[in-house]
C-alpha cells in the first residue's frame, strides 16, 4: 500500500522541527545536474508550509538553489523517515545576529511522505557532537535559531 502525500507538515514533524537536528538535504548540483546530498543542522520548521535553514552563503547548496530550487529535506523522527519537497529561495543573503555569513534559507513545502520501509520503525534516532569548543558551538547554535525564528 503507499504512503499517504500530505501537503505539509504534520504535528510531530512540526515539534521534532523546533530544535536544531540532524537532516539530509538534496538538492540538484549546479554542474553536474545530478543529485547532491548535504547533511545540515541548522533547520526550523517556521510553520507547518514553510521550513527556514541556515548555511554559508558560499555554499553549494546555494549555488545549487539559485539554479534549480527544488529540494527534499529528509528528517529521522517519529520513528519513522520523511521525505519533505519543496521549492527553496535565499531569503536572507546574511543573516543578522549571527557572526558567521550566513544564507537563511525558506523551503515552500509542496509534499510530505513518510518513506520508510513497510512493517519498520526508526529504533534510534541519528546523534552528532560538535568537534570543536563545545561553548562555542553552543552560543553559536542559538544565535542562528534565534535569527531564523526572528525571520
Same mark, same amino acid.
Given at each position: 500500500?503507499?504512503?499517504? =502525500?500530505?501537503?505539509?507538515?504534520?504535528?510531530? @514533524?512540526? !515539534?521534532?522541527?523546533? %530544535?536544531?537536528? &540532524?537532516? #539530509?538535504?538534496?538538492?540538484? +548540483? %549546479?554542474? $553536474?545536474?545530478?543529485?547532491? =546530498?548535504?547533511?545540515?543542522?541548522? =533547520?526550523?520548521?517556521?510553520?507547518?508550509?514553510?521550513?527556514? &535553514?541556515?548555511?554559508?552563503?558560499? $555554499?553549494?547548496?546555494?549555488?545549487?538553489?539559485?539554479?534549480?530550487?527544488?529540494? =527534499?529535506?529528509?528528517?529521522?523522527?517519529?520513528?519513522? #523517515?520523511? $521525505?519533505?519537497?519543496?521549492?527553496? #529561495?535565499?531569503?536572507?543573503?546574511? /543573516?543578522?545576529?549571527?557572526? @558567521?555569513?550566513?544564507? @537563511?534559507?525558506?523551503?515552500?513545502?509542496?509534499?510530505?511522505? +513518510?518513506?520508510m520501509f513497510y512493517g519498520s520503525k526508526i529504533t534510534t534516532e541519528p546523534q552528532y557532537d560538535?568537534?570543536?569548543?563545545?561553548?562555542?558551538?553552543?552560543? @553559536? !547554535?542559538?544565535?542562528?535559531? +534565534?535569527? /531564523?525564528?526572528?525571520?
Amino acid at each position: 500500500m503507499a504512503n499517504q =502525500v500530505e501537503p505539509k507538515l504534520i504535528k510531530a @514533524l512540526y !515539534d521534532e522541527l523546533q %530544535h536544531e537536528r &540532524f537532516v #539530509t538535504l538534496a538538492t540538484i +548540483d %549546479h554542474e $553536474s545536474g545530478g543529485p547532491n =546530498v548535504s547533511a545540515i543542522s541548522w =533547520v526550523l520548521a517556521k510553520n507547518e508550509e514553510t521550513i527556514y &535553514f541556515a548555511v554559508d552563503n558560499r $555554499s553549494r547548496i546555494v549555488q545549487n538553489i539559485n539554479q534549480n530550487n527544488k529540494v =527534499v529535506i529528509n528528517v529521522i523522527a517519529n520513528e519513522s #523517515t520523511y $521525505s519533505i519537497g519543496g521549492e527553496a #529561495t535565499v531569503k536572507v543573503e546574511k /543573516m543578522d545576529g549571527v557572526p @558567521l555569513k550566513l544564507a @537563511l534559507i525558506e523551503i515552500s513545502i509542496k509534499e510530505v511522505r +513518510d518513506v520508510m520501509f513497510y512493517g519498520s520503525k526508526i529504533t534510534t534516532e541519528p546523534q552528532y557532537d560538535k568537534t570543536y569548543d563545545k561553548e562555542a558551538a553552543a552560543r @553559536l !547554535d542559538k544565535q542562528v535559531m +534565534d535569527a /531564523m525564528k526572528k525571520a
